[in-house]
């Protein structure tokens, strides 16, 4: 059995952890859940799998929570709620899937416990992947990938050193804008949110969906597999595979390619990473070839999908430069989404930031901090 905290147990990634939970009642036990705002989801989580502590965002919801569970199980609140599940004793691994930058501080206390962790939250490496991957050698634990990109690297290379690596290719869906004829770059001013917010193949939480649609989010995931995989940038490719089947792939440096396939689900991620090395059987996620019919594969559209550059960018540079930029982009998806500013000014906020950041080179997690914290008043400026 093993004892799992879920931080961000509401969420897309969180209610997937939690029916993979369901699946494997003799293999995993949810020790600990936390959640931001979702008091009503994370009270019927709590009854149905009696974790030991949980936590909430707002000290006031913590207290409803304590007076209706009474003393059955520990409420915590807040980031120091978070650090307290994060380190939880009975916790042999903590799966990290709350939006935006909260989950870092939480990652390296786990670490620190001694705690393996399986990461979602791509912020966590982006912005802080030297020291994240550094305290898990020091402290002797597992940083286990939830992307289903990442886990399907993870599984291709099956231990290979990265020598034996000529490159990583992570296939990205091309998202909602993918066709140049529909959707040619003088249009992407009259992008609606809405229409942003309609992934072709994944249901995902919003800020992602917009992701995957500026394909910032292969961006991020580019700085993700270049610190958990210790491989440089340039060996980072990235191919557009609109099926979402194959979920990504390893050339070896004799030319030999290996893909990890399936339906997308990402209950498959996620219950490798908590299973791992082990797999578990699982009927949930089924594959039928004969009805996926055909798997395409096509170059990323730079021009139009600017957001593949400044990642390499920034990955390349590296220091602070990607915590900058995954900054400037939450300042800008929220911008968006608040309609005061176009899908196209995404990538220009980006960029602006990112031109105007003095970057540090292997910064302390106090000048990673600041620097997020600086990108984010200054893509904040009209
Ligand atoms: N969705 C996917 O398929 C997918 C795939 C790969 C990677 N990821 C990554 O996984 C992370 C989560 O994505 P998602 O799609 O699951 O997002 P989501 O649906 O928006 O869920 C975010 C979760 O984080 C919780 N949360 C937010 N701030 C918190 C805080 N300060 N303390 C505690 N909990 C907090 C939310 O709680 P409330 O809802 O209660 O407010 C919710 O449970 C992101 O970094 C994303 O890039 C997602």
Redesign the pocket.
């Known amino acids: 059995m093993k004892n799992v905290v879920l ?8 209610t997937s952890t939690v029916k993979v939970a369901d699946d494997l009642p003799d293999q995993l036990h949810l020790v600990g859940l ?5 008091v009503e989801l994370l009270l019927e989580q709590t009854r149905n799998h009696k974790p030991a502590a949980i936590s909430i ?1 707002d000290p006031a919801k913590a207290q409803v929570l304590r007076d209706t569970l009474g003393f059955t199980t520990q409420v915590y609140s807040g980031d120091e709620g ?1 650090l307290k599940l994060a380190t939880l004793p009975e916790a042999d691994i903590v799966l990290i ?4 930058t ?1 989950g870092l501080q939480p990652a390296l206390a786990a670490i620190r416990a001694g705690k393996d962790i399986a990461v ?4 966590i490496l982006v912005m802080a992947g030297e020291t994240v991957m550094r305290e898990a050698e020091k402290h002797g634990v597992k940083v286990l990938a ?3 990109e990442h886990s399907a690297i993870f599984q291709c290379l099956d231990g290979k050193p990265t020598s034996s690596v000529r490159q990583l290719l992570l296939t990205a869906s091309g998202g909602p804008f993918r066709d140049r004829a529909a959707w040619p770059r003088e249009n992407f001013s009259e992008i609606t949110v809405e229409r942003a917010l309609k992934h072709p193949s ?1 249901v ?5 969906t917009i992701d995957s649609a500026t394909l910032f989010n292969k961006g991020l995931e580019m700085i993700e597999a270049r610190w958990l995989f210790d491989i440089e940038m340039e060996r980072v490719g990235v191919v557009v595979h609109p099926q979402s089947v194959v979920h990504s792939m390893v050339e070896f440096v004799d030319g030999s390619i290996i893909a990890q396939l399936s339906t997308p689900d ?1 209950c498959l991620p996620i219950q490798y990473a908590l299973t791992y090395p082990a797999r578990a059987a699982s009927e949930r996620v089924q594959t039928n070839f004969a009805k996926i019919g055909s798997l395409t594969f096509e170059e990323p559209d730079t021009e139009r999908f600017p957001a593949l550059n400044l990642a390499r960018r920034a990955g390349e540079v590296g220091g602070t430069l990607p915590a900058v930029l995954n900054a400037a982009n939450e300042v800008a998806v929220e911008a968006f989404c608040n309609r005061r500013i176009t899908f196209a000014q995404i990538p220009e906020l980006v960029a602006r930031t990112m031109k105007r950041h003095e970057v540090v080179a292997h910064p302390t997690l106090d000048q990673i901090i600041a620097a997020d914290l600086w990108a984010r008043s200054d893509a904040s400026q009209p």
Do not use: P
């Open positions: 931080l961000g147990s509401t969420g897309s990634i969180g936390a959640a931001g705002n979702n965002t978070l899937a709350i939006v935006g909260a979602a939250s791509k912020e939830v992307d289903s994944w995902m939480g919003r800020k992602i990402m």
